[in-house]
C-alpha cells in the first residue's frame, strides 16, 4: 500500500470528533471507514477518477464548538470532471485551518452521479456537507455563447442562484472555484467585516477593465453610462465572500440575469459568467487582500501557456484559466506553479504500479 506523502505546509493531526449534520434540504456524507490511509474500491463509472483517503484533522483548543454559531460555510459546484480539483480544495482547506471541524460544504451540482457522491463520503469519511442541484434550465436561454466551450457549461453559471440554492439560514459563504489551493486558514478570508457590501473578493484596479466589454458596449452611450458613481476594477468571481442574506434581499440574481438578456441581444461581452459580475457589482464591492486570490495560474483561456506567480505573500492558489494542473501534471508537461498544486492531489491511478 502507497505511503501518505506529506504536504509542505503544516499537517493537523488527528480525528475528528464528531459525527456528521444532515440537513433535510440536501444530501450529506454519512462518517464510515477508518483512518488510515487507504484505498477507495473502483467506482463502477470509469469516468470518476479513484481517490485515497483523506488525513482525518480536527480542532485547535482555541475552536468554538462545530456545532455553535463558529460554523464556516464554503460553496462549490461538483462535477466529475473537475472532481480531483475539489477534493484538492477540500484536503487544502481542511489541513490549513485552524478549526476543520467548524466547516459545512455545500457542492452545486446539475447532474450527480453516484460514484461522485460515494467518492466524497469514502475520501473524506467525517466531512459535513450538502449537496444541491442546480437546475440548468434556469439559464439554458440565458446563455451565450463564449470565448471557451467550459465557461459555457450551465453549472458554471451556478454561482449566480447560490443564495437560492443553499439552506436559508445560511447568511455568509465562501464561493471557490474547484480549481485551486489554500495555503493559509481560510477563516481569515471568512471573517472579513463587509462594511455593508453584498460581496467582498481580491480587486485588481490595474487591470483593463475596458477589456471585458466589447467595443459595441462602449460605444452605446446608454451602456457606457453603467459604471457612473463608481470606480469600477476586475474582481475573479472564483474566490468570493458573500453576504447571501444581503443577495437576497437585494434581488442580485436577478439583476445579473438582465445583464445576461442584454448579452444575448448585443454580445456585449465574449467571457461566460464573470462580465454579468462585473455589471452588477465592479466598484462596489468590499476589496480583500490579493494574496487570497493568486488567479490565472492556469493561462490564458485560449492557449493556457504556463505562467509564473505574482510577487508577495501567498494565501490562496489559483489555476483560472484553460490549463489545469491535474491534466498538465498527467500529459508530463506541467507548469512549474502546478508542482504546488501536486502534494494535494488525492488521486489514485488504476494502473498497476510498484508502490502498490
Known sequence: MASWSPSPFPLLAGLLSFLLLCRPSATSATPSGGIHHSFIRKPSSPEIPLFREAPAFRNGEACSSPLSNATIHVAMTLDA????????????ILQHSTCPENFEFHFLFVQLEPEVLSSINSTFPYLRFGVYRF???????????????????PLNYARIYLADLIPTDVRRVVYLDSDLVVVDDIAEL?????????????????????KYFTELFWSDPVLARTFEGRRPCYFNTGVMVVDVEKWRQGGYTQKVEEWMAVQKQKRIYHLG??????????????PVDHRWNQHGLGGDNLEGKCRALHPGPISLLHWSGKGKPWLRL??????????LWAPYDLYRSSKPSLEE
Open 81 to 92: 470532471n473537475y472532481l480531483r480539483g475539489t477534493m484538492a480544495a477540500v484536503l487544502s
Open 135 to 153: 437546475d440548468p434550465n434556469r439559464v439554458r436561454g440565458k446563455i451565450s455563447k463564449s470565448i471557451r466551450q467550459a465557461l459555457d457549461q
Open 190 to 210: 471568512w471573517q472579513v467585516d463587509l462594511e455593508g457590501k453584498v460581496l467582498a473578493a481580491p480587486e485588481y484596479c490595474h487591470a483593463n477593465f475596458t
Open 273 to 286: 459568467s464573470l462580465p454579468p459580475f462585473l455589471l452588477v457589482l465592479a466598484g462596489n464591492i468590499k
Open 330 to 339: 498527467d500529459s508530463r508537461k506541467p507548469c512549474t506553479v502546478d508542482h
